[in-house]
């Protein structure tokens, strides 16, 4: 909780350390009531600081200190003092050890950050600064540490005691107790720590190195999930594979282990061989995951575990760099994901995430750089931004330097700086280095906030043979960047013809030759207005732009009806098929709102209505893409198109095309529906992923028909179907339909799966995501539920979260209903988690987009959130910065 006004942390003010600390010596008494911590750590101050006698400044918080230490002489009250988060020591020799006995009470740590229990389990999270609940320190990333960790615990509650590193020695003491001691051998930043003690049971798999070292690999969790391990292991072994092969990584210890807590504010950490992961993101199981669930543990396995070269082996030298470790590494797992799946699917589900998410926070108050120049609550900075726009940053290094020179830029990158805590510009250095290529305004990308706008145009020559595209560049104004420097922009084209892509020619030099058959270029757009001129085009093509979405842009092009229906039927770039049957659907959207608005029925177009006929119909395409594509753009997508945002209009327009769409192609959805019915025992590959997800696109619109052979279809696949994904599918629509069963379907499926709490989430998100009226109720009674626990991260996702989120038309609700819902649960979540209570507090900080009656009524809520006495710097910094 925060004293006074938390202050503003600026990167600017980056200091090296006064003093290091080489050896790190933990000793954890791990009790009932309160735990003791005792720290021994070699200090020495730090050669390059150059501040003489400077005083010694640890973090702490929550801590109850005990006695205090140097070189085993005990420091008596004046020579220490205490302000906020810091203890400081004014008087200390050049080198030395200090001990530093603390007290604390993981049983009452509901903030998830630190020492924690969660069912029954002692757990830690130390990034980004954890570390200091549980002893003083200095709790920053630059100051890496060999860490010596000793756990002592009752042997019955706590049978398994894990730290980081080496296991050195075990021992069995006369009092039930048990003890074992860790050793870590490499130097890490006190963010990487962490300690399990509890009853778990494991699954062990081994992993022979490309040098032929044999690594132990172990998932630790609860007895009753050990059946859930598998996905999570296989995806493993296929990450440091995958890490090997791609990019010469080889990993560097003996073990690596992964433990699933319930109680887990994120994904997961990657804790130097310990890491702790969210159990959502590590239990699978074809009857209680769905595909999606399956995709995530693949991806958040290999996310972790690429952190250890970067993240762990090459870290941050300041928070500011967040995106250093996390937008390469959400690259690397991406690309990953693509290798192992589908590569289309991956793309446009990333795109889609970006272009609604991080669009969103990048016209919002919270508008950040990938690298922010300030903070006030670090936690707050592990957004969509810093980790997927930063991802797409990396991928436009990738761009511009081509697959050969990006490997030599990342192998000098982690040459260079093995064992060091370093910035952004580091990594950038490192691949200009590599490759030759200058990225000096490409540097806009880490410093500047918002999303550029590309507007193109093309000029078609018919004498001279050529055609121009037209590009100019902008980028809207964000907190404290009034005007933005243009920025360096891979746009990546081709010119279809009739009979293909047109070979690509340019007038000057400012592009990269890509593809092999010279169709497909990368054009640097640099100048805020530049002409890219193709000659040799004998006829006027179709230009594919953005193509693989090269950039993090909103592209504006003035496609024609028919010129969308080409590229979405015959573009060879998957991300601009895809695109342009959004782009398709937009325009059916925008004419459906005016035609309820003009009281008119919704009549989709003939030809859209004949391109999803076919796609439909041609069971030769990837279903994957088929059911991509004949989804119209989302609610949140549009909320990023339309100003302002009337959500109740958009959301009724939408649906009543969605009936339209359904009503006209009942016939053709039915058969593909029955063309994809399997009887394959399941496997979540890209294939019957991809035949699933079009099923039940398939059945989600004949459910909007709710005549009784849809109500049969749904019912019929709730009922028989094995895995997870199937039986949610037809439970979200039964749920969203009128169909009297859905009361029964809920109750049962409740029945079924109690045991499972991941189960129960969903179905608790099932519910709060309904569209119909009356879901504020529904949610509010769940909260009631035996089931529900606020103290859960995973369980308020589940329900506040979706509800808010992503339930548009319940959540903006006129009445403001929803609004104060949310306003209620932050307050609440304020004192127990202020993580979780400024994350979900995020729909509101929108508030600028909406129609001014409901601007009026979020805004309300915001100052009623501030008006708390006892707001967290998290809460805090949040809501101050969207009401300005
Ligand atoms: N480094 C972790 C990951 O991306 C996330 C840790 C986030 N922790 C936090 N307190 N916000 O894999
Ligand atoms: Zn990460």
């Known amino acids: 909780m925060r004293d006074a006004q938390p202050s503003t942390i600026y990167l600017s003010d980056y200091q090296v350390p006064a003093y290091l600390i080489d050896t790190t010596e933990l000793a954890f008494e791990l009790g009932e009531d309160s735990s003791l911590v005792t720290s021994l750590l070699h200090i020495r101050r730090n050669p390059a600081a150059n501040q003489l006698g400077a005083a010694l400044v640890l973090h702490g918080t929550e801590l109850e200190l005990l006695s205090l230490a140097i070189d085993g002489r005990v420091l008596t009250a004046s020579e220490w003092s205490q302000s906020g988060e810091q203890l400081v020591i004014a008087d200390v020799p ?14 009452e740590n509901t ?38 960790v000793e756990i002592t615990a009752d042997a019955q509650r706590y049978p398994v005691l894990l730290s980081n590193g080496n296991l050195v020695a075990t021992e069995t003491l006369t009092d039930g107790r048990h003890k074992t001691v860790w050793q870590d051998p490499f130097p890490k930043p006190a963010y990487l720590f962490a300690l399990v003690a509890g009853k778990l049971s494991c699954v062990s798999d081994s992993f022979r190195t490309m040098n032929g070292r044999d690594v132990d690999l172990k998932i630790y969790v609860e007895d009753k999930d050990l059946d859930k391990c598998d996905h999570a292991m296989a995806s493993l072994k296929n990450a440091m594979r995958w890490d090997e092969e791609v990019y010469g990584r080889e990993y560097d210890l003996d073990i690596f282990n992964i433990v699933a807590v319930d109680d887990f504010n994120m994904g997961a950490m990657e804790n130097k061989s310990l890491n702790i992961f969210n159990t959502s993101c590590v239990l699978a199981k074809p009857e209680t995951t769905t595909d999606a669930g399956f995709q995530r543990v693949e991806g958040v396995v290999a996310h972790e575990y690429f952190h250890n070269w970067s993240g762990n082996r090459v870290t941050c030298r300041d928070w500011f760099q967040l995106s250093l470790k996390e937008g390469f590494t959400v690259f690397r797992d991406s690309e990953f994901s693509a290798d192992m799946g589908s590569p289309t699917v991956k793309r446009v589900e990333d795109v889609t995430l970006l272009r609604t998410a991080q669009f969103a926070e990048d016209a919002g108050p919270m508008a950040h750089p990938i ?36 490997r030599k830029g990342s192998d000098l990158y982690f040459e260079r700086h093995d064992g060091q805590a370093v910035t952004c510009e580091d990594f950038v250095l490192a691949m200009e280095a590599a490759s030759g290529v200058d990225l000096s305004q490409f540097r806009n990308w880490y410093s500047q906030a918002g999303t550029p706008k590309l507007s193109v145009s093309g000029d078609y020559d018919a004498e001279q043979q050529s055609y121009t595209l037209n590009v100019s560049q902008s980028c809207p104004a964000t907190p404290g960047q009034s005007s933005k420097a243009p920025f360096h922009i891979p746009l990546k084209v081709a010119l279809l013809g009739e009979a293909g892509q047109l070979p690509l020619q340019l007038l000057g030099e400012s592009a990269n030759v890509e593809s092999a058959d010279n169709t497909e270029m990368v054009l640097n757009v640099t100048e805020q207005t530049q002409s890219f001129t193709f000659t040799g085009i004998n006829e006027l093509p179709v230009p594919s732009l953005l193509r693989g979405f090269s950039a993090p842009v909103k592209l504006d092009f003035d496609y024609s009806r028919e010129q969308l229906l080409r590229l979405m039927r015959g573009d060879s770039d998957g991300f601009c098929r895809w695109d342009a049957s959004q782009q398709l659907g937009l325009a059916e959207i925008k004419r459906a709102l005016a035609d309820v608005a003009a009281g008119q029925n919704v009549a989709p177009d003939a030809a859209y209505l004949a391109a999803c006929r076919d796609l439909l119909s041609d069971g030769s395409l990837d279903g994957a893409m088929v059911a991509m594509m004949l989804q119209l753009p989302s609610e949140a997508y549009l909320a990023e198109i339309f100003h302002p945002v009337d959500v109740l209009a958009i959301h009724h327009a939408r649906e009543a095309l969605r009936l339209a769409i359904a009503t006209a192609l009942q016939l053709e959805l039915l058969d593909c529906y029955n063309r994809c019915c399997s009887d394959a025992p399941y496997a979540a590959d890209a294939e019957q992923i991809a035949q699933r997800s079009l099923k039940n696109t398939a059945l989600a619109y004949l459910m909007l028909l709710d005549n009784e052979s849809a109500r049969e279809l749904a019912t019929a696949q709730f009922e028989n179907s094995e895995n997870m994904t199937d039986r949610l599918a037809a439970l979200n629509a039964l749920v969203n339909s009128a169909a009297p069963y859905k009361a029964k379907a809920l109750q049962s499926f409740y029945q079924n799966w109690q045991h499972e709490p991941l189960v129960i989430n969903q179905w608790f998100q099932v519910q709060a995501m309904c569209r119909l009226p009356g879901s504020l109720e529904t949610v509010q009674g769940l909260m009631n539920h035996p089931a529900f626990d606020i103290r859960n991260p995973n369980k308020v996702r589940a329900l506040i979260g979706a509800f808010c989120g992503q339930n548009g038309v319940n959540f903006h609700r006129e009445d403001g209903a929803g609004y104060r819902f949310l306003g209620d649960q932050v307050i609440i979540l304020n004192r127990s988690n202020p993580q979780i209570a400024s994350r979900l507090l995020v729909p509101l900080t929108k508030w600028r987009k909406y129609l001014p009656a409901a601007q009026q009524l979020m805004c309300a809520e915001l100052q009623r959130i501030l008006a708390e006495p006892d707001l967290s710097s998290d809460v805090y910094e949040v809501v101050s910065k969207s009401l300005q």
Not at 94 to 103: H, K, S
Not at 111 to 140: H, N, P, V, W
Not at 380 to 405: C, Q, S, W
């Open 94 to 107: 050049e080198a030395f050890v200090l001990r530093c006995e603390t007290r604390i009470r993981p049983q």
């Open 111 to 148: 903030s998830l950050e630190g020492l924690y229990k969660s069912s029954g389990m002692f757990c830690t999270q130390c990034e980004a600064e954890g570390f200091r609940k549980i002893t003083y320190y200095l709790d920053r990333p630059d100051v890496m540490s060999v860490f010596t």
């Open 371 to 406: 690298r922010p120049d300030s903070f006030i609550e670090i936690s707050n900075f592990y957004t969509v931004t810093v980790y997927e726009k930063g991802a797409e940053v990396v991928r436009m290094i990738h761009t511009l330097l081509g697959p050969d020179a990006f």
